[in-house]
C-alpha cells in the first residue's frame, strides 16, 4: 500500500525571524465585512474582493473560497478568502478548512498560514473551546487533500502540504486563543486525519492486491510498528477453533480467510476492554447469489469496516489512549465455485449455533458473528462492530449517514455523542423484536436473511444474536464507506468513515 499518511508540519503563533514566508495566507471571513469598509487584509485587495462581492461572484457563504494573487501586496503569494457563518461549530469549522484547502490546491500553496480573526471565530471558540476548534480545521484541512490515488505507470504524488500555520490577529489574545491548547487540537486533529487516510488508502486498494492474506499483512505491519501483538489465524487454526462462519464464506475461494486480532492495551489495570470488529470481505460477488455486474468492482470497498477499526486503532496507538481495545478483522473473499457455500446449507458457528445459509450474498453477518465470538473469547465486555453490511441502509438513509442497531441504550448514547463530536453522521435503526422472527429456520437455529422489510435492522440484529448479552452496537456504513462523488472533506472512493467516531468514543472524552 502506498503511504498516504500525512506528514504536515504544524506551528502555531507568528513567524520567527529569519523564516520564509508562506505561499499562501488563509483568512475566513463572513458577509458583514464585505459590506463594510474595514480594513481585511490589504486596501487594494480588499476592494477586489469587495467588487466580486458586489457582482454576486463572492459572498462568503458556508464552504465558498475566493482565491487571488497578491501581487507582492503581502509577503505570500496568494490569498485566500473563505466564507464562514459565525455560531457554526465544529462541523462548520471542518467545512471551511475543507474549503481553504481546495483552494490551495488549486495555486499550488504546499505552505499555507491561517489568520484567525475575533469576527468570524471568537463566537466558535468559546462555545468548544480553542482544541476542539483546531482540531476541526486541522481535520477539515488535512482529510480535504487526501484523495483515491490511481494506479498508474507513471506514479503521480499526492498534493500535500508541507507546513500549516496559525496565527491570531492582533489584538485577539486570551483564554480562546491559547496556544497549548490550539496545539494539541491542530495534533491530534492531524493524527485523526492520518489514520483516515490510512484506513481510505486500505479501501481503495484493488481486490486483486488486498486478499484476505495481504489483509493480514498490512494489519501485522501496523501491529509491528506499534509494538502490539497481533494473532493472525489462518484457516488450520480458524477450524481448530470452530470458526464455521468464517470458513464457509471463504470456502468457495482460492484465496484462504484470516481472523485478524489485535490487542491494544493502553489500561492494564482496567478490566474494560472495547471489541471493536470489522468486516473485511475483501471483494464481495455476492458468491452463488450473484450480484450484477453493474458497479460490482465498487466491491473492493467490501472491507470498508476493517479498514475503520484498523484505522482507529493506528489513532488510538498513535495517541497512547489509555484504553484497552480488541480489534478483530474476519477476513475473507466471497466468491462463486464448485466449492462456495450454496443457498440451504446449514453452517455451525464459532458460538456452537447454527444457520442456515438462504443467501449467500449475506454474508458479512456470518462472518462478523464469529468474530463476536472471537473477541468475547478473548476478554472483550463491550462490543461495537463496524461494516458495510446491507444495501437497505442506503435505501433508508441514502450516502448521509450510518446506520446503527444495538441491545444497548447507553452504549449507544455513547455513541450518538461520539458520532456529534467526530462529525460523523449516525441514525439508530429500531430493533424490534418482530423482527427476529423473520430470521427464524426450520432447518437450524436461525437463518442468514429474511424478507428486504426492515432489512438493515434485521441484518444488524442477526449479528447481535451472537453478542451473548454483552452492550453491543453495530454500525452499517453500508452508505457511507464508499462515495460516488466527493463531498466536503470526504472524497470520491474510500472515505474512512467512523475512525474518529470510534476514536472518540473509546477514548473516554466525557458527553
Sequence with gaps: MRDGIMATSIRIGNRQAGESAPDALVRFIIEEELKGSAEIIHAQIDGQLRACHAKGLFQAKPEQAEGMPTLGLLEAAHVVFVGYVPGSGAEGLRHAGAAAAKALKKVRAVHAEFLLTSSALEQDLGAIGAEAAAQAITEGVLLALHDRQPLKKEEQERFQLSGVSYRFEDGFDGPLVDSELWKRGADKGQVLASSVAYARDLTNLPGNDLTPERLAFHAEELALHYELEIEVIDEWTAAEQGMGGLLAIGQGSVNPPRMIVIHYKGAPESSEVWGLIGKGITFDTGGISLKKSAGMEEMISDMGGAASVLGALRALAELKVEV?????????????????????????????????????????????????????????????????????????????????????????????????????????????????????????????????????????????YFAEGLPWVHLDIGGTAWLEASRGWEPKGGTGVMVRTLVELTSGRPS
Design 324 to 464: 484497552n481495545a480488541l480489534v478483530v478483522v474476519p477476513a475473507a473473499e466471497n466468491m462463486p465455485s464448485d466449492r462456495a457455500i450454496k443457498p440451504g446449507d446449514v453452517i455451525r458457528m464459532m458460538s456452537g449455533h447454527t444457520v442456515e445459509v438462504v443467501n449467500t450474498d449475506a454474508e458479512g453477518r456470518i462472518v462478523l458473528a464469529d468474530g463476536l465470538t472471537t473477541a468475547i473469547r478473548r476478554g472483550a465486555t463491550k462490543l461495537v462492530d463496524v461494516a458495510t453490511l446491507t444495501g437497505a441502509v442506503m435505501v433508508t438513509l441514502g450516502y448521509e449517514a450510518t446506520g446503527a442497531v444495538t441491545n444497548n441504550d447507553s452504549l449507544m448514547t455513547d455513541v450518538l455523542h461520539a458520532s456529534e463530536r467526530a462529525g460523523e453522521r449516525v441514525w439508530q435503526l429500531p430493533a424490534y423484536p418482530e423482527f427476529m422472527k423473520g430470521l427464524r429456520s426450520e432447518a437450524a437455529d436461525l437463518k442468514n436473511s429474511g424478507t428486504q422489510y426492515g432489512g438493515a435492522s434485521k441484518g444488524g440484529m442477526f449479528i447481535g
